[in-house]
């Protein structure tokens, strides 16, 4: 079956401007050809100079994610079939520079899970590890968001990317949830961080991130965990300033 896959195209070194083109390729019998593989035929049978990202092709890298026709989504994951008999678009990620055509450079988002230390810090010096069994209410609340694999496609999908440009935006904040509500990890000052204006209180709830997430997470949960234990411990701490004063 031919298909007409419209594609972004960019080089910063040489194009003025991003400009769209368009190719008719004969995709054959597509009841299991995804975006990527559409991708692979223009790129071998079209044009060799077409650029995107990919890694595992089994949706588990997050290294393929696009915005195809307006929605973000993995191009190995997304089944051409499901994508109707029209034009297929394809763009890069929103809010990310783009290096050439599809492929995005994802330094920002690296930059952006540094500001909150997205790595664990263990509470206490036992080596022994701690033990959190599957069934327990701790691993029930961040087990789900446990499972990003820092696609991008929620910065993508997040408005408040556009306006707020040092947002930290839902693939740190979720990470953060994930830390923060682990009582293995010393939470130290992470929380603290995230309670200015570009942190937690930058998301206005609008569930685009949870829309898109390939790996049906909730970034919006998490943070709205957040701003609930940001409230709780401002409450501990004017109720310590109360009590101080009446003493």
Not at 190 to 204: P, S
Request: charge should be positive; aromatic fraction near 8%; hydrophobic fraction near 35%.
């Amino acid at each position: 079956m031919i298909y007409t896959i419209k594609i972004f195209r960019f080089d910063p070194r040489k194009d003025a401007a991003p400009y769209e083109q368009e190719f008719s390729v004969d995709l054959g019998d597509t009841e299991k050809v995804t975006v990527l593989d559409a991708l692979f035929k223009i790129q071998q049978t079209k044009d060799k100079t077409l650029s995107f990202r990919y890694s595992c092709r089994l949706a588990m890298c997050g290294s393929c994610a696009l915005v195809i026709n307006g929605k973000e989504g993995l191009a190995c994951k997304t089944l051409v079939k499901d994508l109707g008999s029209g034009p297929i678009s394809l763009t890069p990620l929103r809010h990310l520079p783009v290096i050439k055509d599809l492929t995005v450079d994802l330094k920002s988002l690296i930059n952006r899970l540094k500001k909150m230390e997205p790595y664990f810090i263990p509470r206490t010096s036992n080596l022994e590890p701690a033990i959190i069994k599957p069934t327990s209410r701790e691993r029930k609340t961040i087990g789900m968001n446990t499972e990003c694999i820092a696609c991008g496609s929620c910065i993508s999908a997040c408005t408040m990317m556009n306006w707020a440009p040092e947002y930290i935006g839902p693939m740190g904040l979720n990470r953060a949830f994930c830390l923060i509500a682990d009582s293995r990890d010393w939470p130290g000052n992470r929380l603290a961080r995230l309670a200015d204006e570009n942190g937690v209180y930058r998301c206005h709830m609008e569930f685009n991130c949870t829309d898109v997430c390939p790996k049906h997470i909730s970034p919006t949960r998490g943070i709205h965990y957040l701003k609930r234990q940001i409230f709780w411990q401002a409450m501990k701490s004017l109720m310590s300033f109360r009590r101080g004063k009446d003493e």
